[in-house]
Structures are given as structure tokens and as C-alpha cells.
């Protein structure tokens, strides 16, 4: 029996779905969290073998003592994951350490968790990026702004959605950017790009193939949403683009991926720019996991199939026959408490009835980049979802 360790399998709430796949296919799939085990899911507990709580998931000596427990216990380890962007370089510091091949180490994190280490791998997939420079001091700066002109864009090296992330029009607030940075975050500075982001969503087989496809796009963006405590708007796409699935499948080549699930995001040019014209497909970052939050359901309505599934089946046989049915735009709608809406929860909620596939609270941890009221429904048109979107969003 294969052995698989389950990195945080509580969070995101979903991620029980993936640990119930795994055992169905016949793992032993142990867990490792630092939530008690009385608040743990029915669910998830009967998707573990068995759950190993730690008092905290930051302490690296106490989750290496508990994946060290588990192979006295069980034996050799055959998979360690968490399928979440912020547990990536733990887990791939725990293979590492045991010496578990199944997935990234240590020496592959520059290129997949930097997004300075990530241009050159785009770029032999002959795909274009957007210019960059390292932040340094203000006439630095300055010099590369003088190349692309304002507005820039600054963020994280190393960072995971939208946080620290900032856009700046001038040289004040490059300055001021400057003078208030965190002095222990490394920032790269890009030029701007006027675009919608689409993504390219797939799970990978060991050989680098796509077992699965979808993708999703993005009209507006999350940096806006989380720095202007705006609502959050996303749908997984009827039908994935031609130019995005080439693109996507010629960065899983020029990365090496192999066995995951992944979420690259693009540009998608909306007007003509040194870079490229309208339209055009151009590389933003790679994400070596599952989109986040609610995304696998929202493919599993999108595709009338099951992505958890496929996960697993990819995991244990390195295939998967699940079928996949009728296809749909699926549209999220995350409201941010205390504006002013048109139509209140309730009769937003009677008006999609019938399309609607979820409608929950997000937990506080999701909440600042996608709002904190969530609404997931189905459409076969462009037209109906867009409707639905004015619906959620109107204000007085």
C-alpha cells in the first residue's frame, strides 16, 4: 500500500475531497495539521488514516518529526503534498530531507516559486513576459522606469496572491514605496500591462501530459480587489482558449512539470502594447497547485466531472478515465459586506435559484481576495453569467 502524507488537509475546507479520492483509490493517506482533532470534518477524518496534530505548522522541526513518526509507523513514504501555494516550499523541504523523488525539491524552487526565476523558462517556451527589475534604491529604479515608463507594478519576489503588491503612477509614490517597504521582502518591479488574466488549469501525468484542462478568467483584478476592498469577480471558461492551452502546455514542457495539478496565469493583452497587440497571450506567473479556494468545484460544475478525481487517479494509476459531461461557464461572485446592493442576498438568491451550485460565507482567510460573501452558478451562455454579474454588483 502507498503511503501518502496530506500537508494541511483541512484548509482550504475543500481539500477533504482530494484525501476521501486518494483512499478510495487504496492509499494510506495520513495527515498533518495543527487544528484539533475534535474540529476536524467528519468528512475529512474519514478520508485519514490517521492525523498527526502539530501545535504549530510553521515550527519545521515539529512537522519533521511527524512525517519521521509516520515512516517508523508505515514504512517509506511514497508521496508528501498539500496542494496549496503556501506550504509549497515546506513540502518540498520535507521531500527533500527524506529523500521523496514524487515531487519538487529544494534546488526547484527558485523557478517555480520566484517569479524573477520563472521569465527564463517562459521565454524558452517562446513566450513573452513583462519587462522586470530587481528593487533596489531609487535610482535604480528610476532607470528601468525610464525603459517601460509609469505606472509599474511592484510585488513579492516570493509571494502568494496579492499581498504587498502595489501599482505605482509616479515618482512620489516610488518613494514612498521605497521609504515603507518591508526591508525583509525582495521586490521585482514590472512594467504594466493593461489586461484580463486567463489561466490555464490542468493535471499533469508523470510523463508531462494533461490528463485534464480547464482554465478560468479574471475581468478584474485581485490586486484592485484586496487594496480597494472591492468585490470579486472570476468564471471557469465553457471552453478553454486554443492559444491558452498551447500556451499552457508549452510551459508545463519548458518547466518539467510532472504529476500535479497546476494553475498558470496569463495575460490576455485587452489594447495594443509595446509587448504585443490586442489580444495577444502573454506569461504573468506559474503556480504549481490546484487554483485556490473554491475553484476545483467550480471545475467540477464547469466540466460536469470531478477534478478530485482525476487528482487521485493520476496519483495512484497515472491515468483517469473520469468522463466529463455537459459544459458550462461557471461564475463566482464574492460580495464584500456593507455596500450598498441593489438586490439583497435574498433576492439575489431567489433570482438564481436554479442556476446557483454554492452559496457560503468565505472564511476570514480567503476574504480579502474574494470577498466575504461567495455565490458559484452555472450558465450556458456569456450573456446570462454576465447578467448574473451586474446582479451580484449593482449598487444604489
Given at each position: 500500500?502507498?503511503?501518502?502524507v496530506?500537508?494541511?488537509?483541512?484548509?482550504p475546507t475543500?481539500y477533504?475531497k482530494?484525501?476521501?479520492?486518494?483512499?478510495?483509490?487504496g492509499?494510506?493517506v495520513?495527515?498533518?495539521?495543527d487544528?484539533?482533532y475534535?474540529?476536524l470534518?467528519?468528512?475529512?477524518?474519514?478520508?485519514?488514516?490517521?492525523?498527526y496534530?502539530?501545535?504549530?505548522?510553521?515550527?519545521?522541526?515539529?512537522?519533521y518529526?511527524?512525517?519521521?513518526?509516520?515512516?517508523?509507523?508505515y514504512g517509506?513514504i511514497d508521496?508528501?503534498e498539500?496542494?496549496?501555494?503556501?506550504w509549497?516550499?515546506?513540502?518540498?523541504?520535507?521531500r527533500?530531507?527524506?529523500?521523496?523523488?514524487?515531487g519538487?525539491q529544494?534546488e526547484?524552487?527558485?523557478?517555480?516559486?520566484y517569479?524573477?526565476g520563472?521569465k527564463?523558462y517562459?521565454?524558452q517556451?517562446?513566450?513573452?513576459?513583462?519587462?522586470y527589475?530587481?528593487?533596489?534604491?531609487?535610482?535604480?529604479?528610476?532607470?528601468?522606469?525610464?525603459?517601460v515608463h509609469?505606472?509599474?507594478?511592484?510585488k513579492?519576489?516570493?509571494?502568494?496572491g496579492?499581498?504587498?503588491?502595489?501599482?505605482?503612477?509616479?515618482?512620489?509614490?516610488?518613494?514612498?514605496?521605497?521609504?515603507e517597504?518591508?526591508?525583509?521582502?525582495r521586490?521585482i518591479?514590472?512594467?504594466f500591462?493593461?489586461?484580463?488574466?486567463n489561466?490555464y488549469?490542468?493535471?499533469i501525468?508523470?510523463?508531462?501530459?494533461?490528463?485534464?484542462e480547464?482554465g478560468?478568467?479574471?475581468p478584474?483584478?485581485?490586486?484592485?480587489?484586496?487594496?480597494?476592498n472591492d468585490n470579486?469577480?472570476?468564471?471557469?471558461?465553457?471552453?478553454?482558449?486554443?492559444?491558452v492551452?498551447?500556451?499552457?502546455r508549452?510551459?508545463?514542457k519548458?518547466?518539467g512539470?510532472?504529476?500535479?495539478f497546476?494553475?498558470?496565469?496569463?495575460?490576455?493583452l485587452t489594447?495594443?502594447q509595446?509587448m504585443g497587440k490586442q489580444?495577444?497571450?502573454?506569461a504573468?506567473e506559474?503556480?504549481?497547485?490546484?487554483?485556490?479556494g473554491f475553484?476545483p468545484?467550480?471545475m467540477?460544475?464547469a466540466?460536469?466531472?470531478?477534478?478530485?478525481?482525476?487528482w487521485a487517479?493520476?496519483i495512484?494509476?497515472?491515468r483517469?478515465?473520469?468522463?466529463q459531461g455537459?459544459?458550462f461557464?461557471?461564475?463566482?461572485?464574492g460580495?464584500?459586506?456593507g455596500k450598498?446592493?441593489?438586490?439583497?442576498?435574498?433576492?439575489?438568491?431567489a433570482?438564481?435559484?436554479?442556476q446557483?451550485?454554492m452559496?457560503?460565507?468565505i472564511?476570514?482567510?480567503?476574504?480579502?481576495?474574494?470577498?466575504?460573501?461567495?455565490?458559484?452558478?452555472?450558465?450556458p451562455?456569456?450573456e446570462e453569467?454576465?447578467?448574473?454579474?451586474s446582479?451580484a454588483?449593482?449598487?444604489?
Amino acid at each position: 500500500m502507498k503511503n501518502f502524507v496530506f500537508i494541511s488537509p483541512n484548509f482550504p475546507t475543500n481539500y477533504w475531497k482530494f484525501c476521501r479520492e486518494l483512499k478510495n483509490n487504496g492509499l494510506r493517506v495520513l495527515g498533518i495539521g495543527d487544528q484539533p482533532y475534535h474540529e476536524l470534518s467528519e468528512e475529512l477524518l474519514d478520508s485519514l488514516d490517521e492525523y498527526y496534530k502539530v501545535s504549530n505548522m510553521e515550527n519545521y522541526d515539529e512537522v519533521y518529526r511527524a512525517v519521521a513518526f509516520f515512516i517508523s509507523k508505515y514504512g517509506r513514504i511514497d508521496w508528501i503534498e498539500s496542494n496549496n501555494e503556501y506550504w509549497l516550499e515546506r513540502d518540498a523541504m520535507l521531500r527533500t530531507d527524506f529523500h521523496i523523488l514524487s515531487g519538487w525539491q529544494v534546488e526547484d524552487l527558485e523557478r517555480i516559486k520566484y517569479k524573477s526565476g520563472m521569465k527564463p523558462y517562459y521565454q524558452q517556451a517562446g513566450i513573452r513576459t513583462a519587462r522586470y527589475h530587481i528593487v533596489d534604491d531609487f535610482d535604480g529604479c528610476m532607470a528601468f522606469i525610464h525603459q517601460v515608463h509609469f505606472p509599474v507594478i511592484v510585488k513579492p519576489d516570493n509571494g502568494v496572491g496579492a499581498s504587498h503588491t502595489y501599482k505605482l503612477d509616479n515618482e512620489e509614490e516610488l518613494g514612498a514605496f521605497l521609504a515603507e517597504r518591508d526591508p525583509g521582502i525582495r521586490f521585482i518591479m514590472e512594467e504594466f500591462v493593461t489586461a484580463e488574466v486567463n489561466s490555464y488549469d490542468a493535471i499533469i501525468d508523470s510523463e508531462g501530459n494533461p490528463i485534464f484542462e480547464t482554465g478560468n478568467v479574471t475581468p478584474n483584478s485581485i490586486m484592485d480587489i484586496v487594496n480597494n476592498n472591492d468585490n470579486s469577480l472570476y468564471y471557469i471558461v465553457k471552453d478553454l482558449a486554443d492559444d491558452v492551452r498551447d500556451a499552457g502546455r508549452r510551459t508545463v514542457k519548458s518547466f518539467g512539470v510532472k504529476s500535479r495539478f497546476v494553475h498558470f496565469e496569463f495575460f490576455r493583452l485587452t489594447k495594443d502594447q509595446p509587448m504585443g497587440k490586442q489580444g495577444d497571450v502573454v506569461a504573468l506567473e506559474v503556480n504549481m497547485r490546484p487554483c485556490g479556494g473554491f475553484s476545483p468545484d467550480m471545475m467540477n460544475y464547469a466540466n460536469s466531472t470531478d477534478v478530485y478525481k482525476i487528482w487521485a487517479d493520476m496519483i495512484a494509476f497515472d491515468r483517469s478515465t473520469k468522463p466529463q459531461g455537459e459544459h458550462f461557464f461557471c461564475a463566482f461572485a464574492g460580495r464584500r459586506d456593507g455596500k450598498p446592493f441593489q438586490m439583497s442576498h435574498e433576492e439575489f438568491a431567489a433570482k438564481y435559484a436554479g442556476q446557483m451550485r454554492m452559496m457560503e460565507r468565505i472564511p476570514e482567510a480567503l476574504s480579502g481576495a474574494m470577498g466575504n460573501q461567495m455565490y458559484v452558478a452555472n450558465f450556458p451562455t456569456e450573456e446570462e453569467m454576465n447578467q448574473f454579474y451586474s446582479d451580484a454588483v449593482r449598487c444604489w
